[in-house]
């Protein structure tokens, strides 16, 4: 099981952010650079890469009344899906946490929104809005690919490493 400290994951965020506002950051595949640059532990960057936009994602959904389904799926490489709560996975609920903050403070609001345009999770309202849709009563449900078949619960603990 990884392990990452909250300062540790507050400080990955950050330097994915600051890497966003770069020119050249474009796909998945340059967020995966960066953690891999910011010395990620190697178990956490694929689950990073899917989770840190989903989570600010969700936090836009929330915003609009809608509901969220804690199940979600993992598709590994070979195909195989496994389901799960993400509520109970502490990297999780991290991130979530972190993102919630982020957009209490209209100060980081800007920042915000950067991780959060990236998630599956805006892009489906975004096309239920301008398709003329309304969000009431809407359920979103996330599917994450890619994610290791043997991942396990990462372990988020307070303070510095």
């Not at 990955?12 to 770069?22: F, M, R, S």
């Not at 899917?50 to 809608?66: C, D, T």
């Not at 509901?67 to 979600?72: G, I, K, R, S, T």
């Amino acid at each position: 099981m990884a392990s990452v400290t909250l300062d540790e994951l507050q400080r990955l965020v950050q330097v994915v952010l600051a890497d966003l506002k770069g020119p050249e950051f474009r796909a998945d595949a340059d967020l995966e650079l960066v953690l891999t640059r910011a010395a990620c532990s190697p178990d956490l960057v694929r689950p990073l890469t899917n989770y840190m936009p989903e989570a600010f994602g969700e936090v836009v959904l929330r915003q609009f009344n809608i509901q969220v389904l804690d199940e979600c799926e993992f598709v590994g490489p070979d195909g195989s899906v496994r389901r799960f709560n993400l509520t109970q996975d502490p990297l999780w609920m991290s991130l979530c946490e972190i993102a919630s903050e982020m957009f209490s403070d209209v100060t980081r609001r800007a920042d915000f929104s950067l991780l959060a345009r990236r998630s599956a999770a805006v892009d489906t309202l975004n096309r239920l809005l301008n398709s003329g849709g309304k969000p009431e009563g809407t359920v979103y449900g996330g599917a994450y690919t890619g994610m290791p078949s043997d991942y396990q619960f990462a372990d988020v603990t307070s303070g510095s490493a």
